[in-house]
């Protein structure tokens, strides 16, 4: 069973920074392309980043290229989302996903599972 669990998110001004952390069970880390979704209010889930389990190969959405950087720690089977200069339009829950399929997600789509979520919230 794929566990993912969340951490790390709060509330910034604009400008600031923030990680989020997603521990994964080893068994699912170790065979899953990993990524991260988010959620605004009244809007559909949005497609931000993944990494391969192996950290080898990113992929991003424009709208955070450039600003967010995701990574792994395999031995600590996390990954995490540096998220700097935000905006207020990057307020959402944020979800981390796990994919178990060989080629890397690059839309919401393509993730098989979920965890519960963390809210960030970045005021103006």
């Known amino acids: 069973q794929v566990q993912l669990e969340e951490s790390g998110g709060g509330l910034v001004q604009a400008g600031g920074s923030l990680r989020l952390s997603c521990a994964a069970s080893?068994?699912?880390?170790?065979?899953?392309?990993m990524g991260w979704v988010r959620q605004a209010p009244g809007k559909e889930r949005e497609f931000v980043a993944t990494?391969?389990?192996?950290?080898?190969?990113?992929y991003y959405a424009d709208s955070v290229a450039g600003r967010f950087t995701i990574s792994s720690d395999n031995a600590k089977s996390t990954v995490y989302l540096q998220m700097n200069s935000l905006k207020p339009e990057d307020t959402a829950v944020y979800y981390c996903?796990?994919?178990?399929?060989?080629?890397?997600?690059?839309?919401?789509?393509?993730?098989?599972?979920w965890g519960q979520g963390t809210q960030v919230t970045v005021s103006s």
């Open positions: 990494i391969s389990w192996r950290g080898d190969t990113t």
């Open positions: 996903a796990a994919r178990n399929r060989p080629n890397i997600a690059t839309m919401v789509a393509d993730f098989d599972s």
């Open positions: 080893r068994r699912t880390f170790s065979r899953h392309y």
